[in-house]
T-cell receptor, first 114, second 114 residues
Framework: GNSVTQMEGPVTLSEEAFLTINCTYTATGYPSLFWYVQYPGEGLQLLLKATKADDKGSNKGFEATYRKETTSFHLEKGSVQVSDSAVYFCALTENTGTASKLTFGTGTRLQVTL | DAGVIQSPRHEVTEMGQEVTLRCKPISGHDYLFWYRQTMMRGLELLIYFNNNVPIDDSGMPEDRFSAKMPNASFSTLKIQPSEPRDSAVYFC????????????FGDGTRLSIL
């Protein structure tokens, strides 16, 4: 079956620090990969996605590259802000041609301080 | 554009009572998902619908849980009778069908069973 493994949190960084949140996956086929972000009191929002190997997803200064050889999709940002404090979820879905279930990681809480 | 709308935002009730959570998906989306989020178990998919038809309810924890989608613009998740261990945040999400489309989440219903 499919699974997603994320690094344990919380991750605590000072503002302007470099961020990496690790994500690795196990899938039977060729999945699409996603990062979702959840701000306090809100639902999850799509942050970025990549649908095939070597694709790079990017949004709001965040980036992640689909690495098939290492089955990874690590999230990075060069300079975090206090407003980036949230929980980040890595997820995958099989490319079956129709919408299908997302498999989520457990989430990684990021805390950014001044 | 209106997003996924859930109601109520908060619900506090006593054990044994019936609880009904409501969701209005984004217009035009033909997939609807119900999730439960707890600290212990993370984000769990309970059930999802395609064109108002339940496709996979394998995540529904017990017979006490039921979900319906009478039309394309409305779905309910019902718990009867409720128990304290059902306390969680329940999210509804919707997506359009074809290809790898992101799921759009509502802000959730925070349910507390006393």
């Amino acid at each position: 079956g499919n699974s997603v493994t994320q690094m344990e949190g919380p991750v605590t960084l000072s503002e302007e620090a470099f961020l990496t949140i690790n994500c690795t996956y196990t899938a039977t086929g060729y999945p699409s990969l996603f990062w979702y972000v959840q701000y306090p009191g809100e639902g999850l929002q799509l942050l970025l996605k990549a649908t095939k190997a070597d694709d790079k997803g990017s949004n709001k200064g965040f980036e992640a590259t689909y690495r098939k050889e290492t089955t990874s999709f690590h999230l990075e940002k060069g300079s975090v802000q206090v407003s980036d404090s949230a929980v980040y979820f890595c997820a995958l879905t099989e490319n079956t041609g129709t919408a299908s279930k997302l498999t989520f990681g457990t989430g990684t809480r990021l805390q950014v301080t001044l | 554009d209106a997003g996924v709308i859930q109601s109520p935002r908060h619900e506090v009730t006593e054990m044994g009572q019936e609880v009904t959570l409501r969701c209005k998906p984004i217009s035009g989306h033909d997939y609807l998902f119900w999730y439960r989020q707890t600290m212990m178990r993370g984000l769990e998919l309970l059930i999802y619908f395609n064109n108002n038809v339940p496709i996979d309810d394998s995540g529904m924890p017990e017979d006490r849980f039921s979900a319906k989608m009478p039309n394309a613009s409305f779905s309910t998740l019902k718990i009867q009778p409720s128990e304290p261990r059902d306390s969680a945040v329940y999210f509804c999400a919707s997506s359009s069908g074809m290809g790898v489309q992101p799921q759009h989440f509502g802000d959730g219903t925070r349910l507390s069973i006393l």
